[in-house]
């Protein structure tokens, strides 16, 4: 059974960092391309990022894009992203979930993780 | 603004067919595949239709999807109390380089 379980959801000031983790289970994770979607309070889904299954490339949304870096270490079936300069508009549920390919649909999703920016 | 363009909402009564919009351009809908979520309240986004028509296992045959051109569609027929719920189409697209999201669309069961 596929399973994705997030982590790293705190409460942080503007500006500043935090590092999300998703550990990965029941399949191959280098054979699946992974990203980041978020959803803001109240909001619809947003797509942040997605890496490769190799690792070898990385997209992210104009509104990241600079400030946020995504990365994957498959020996460990983990997945991050390094979230800088926070901004209130960064708040979220950060959802980690799995692509068959790049070009591809997310097919499965962890339950989240909250990120809260504020003051 | 979403790159992908939904309706906010839509609503049937039980055992009713509605049917779900979403419209695109071509560096999006008119060259990449289209996939449509459901997601309860409270809960994560479940995959309903990947490459267009297809439905996962477990996915009941009550939910279609079609595309033509820049336009797709998802259908619920037979419609139940427990399809309450937001429905998101996306796609990728080749211009930005990057995964879009309709703005979702709230269905109700009246």
């Known amino acids: 059974e596929v399973q994705l379980l997030e982590s790293g959801g705190v409460l942080v000031q503007p500006g500043g960092s935090l590092r999300l983790s998703c550990a990965a289970s029941?399949?191959?994770?280098?054979?699946?391309?992974m990203s980041w979607v978020r959803q803001a309070p109240g909001k619809g889904l947003e797509w942040v990022s997605l890496?490769?299954?190799?690792?070898?490339?990385?997209y992210y949304a104009n509104s990241v894009k600079g400030r946020f870096t995504i990365s994957r270490d498959n020996s460990k079936n983990m997945l991050y992203m390094q979230m800088n300069s926070l901004r209130a508009d960064d708040t979220a549920v950060y959802y980690c979930?799995?692509?068959?390919?790049?070009?591809?649909?997310?097919?499965?999703w962890g339950q989240g993780t909250l990120v809260t920016v504020s003051s | 603004q979403s790159v992908l363009t939904q309706p906010p909402s839509a609503s049937g009564t039980p055992g009713q067919r509605v049917s779900i919009s979403c419209s695109g351009s071509s560096s999006n809908l008119g060259s990449n595949y289209v996939y449509w979520y459901q997601q309860l309240p409270g809960t994560a986004p479940k995959l309903l239709i990947y490459?267009?028509?297809q439905r996962p296992s477990g996915v009941p045959d009550r939910f279609s999807g079609s595309k033509s051109g820049t336009s797709a569609s998802l259908a619920i027929s037979g419609l139940r109390s427990e399809d309450e719920a937001d429905y998101y189409c996306a796609a990728w697209d080749d211009t930005l380089s990057g995964g879009v999201f309709g703005g979702g669309t709230k269905l109700a069961v009246l």
């Open positions: 029941g399949f191959t994770s280098s054979n699946y391309a």
């Open positions: 890496i490769s299954g190799d690792g070898g490339r990385t």
């Open positions: 979930a799995r692509r068959p390919s790049v070009w591809e649909g997310e097919d499965s």
């Open positions: 490459r267009n028509n």
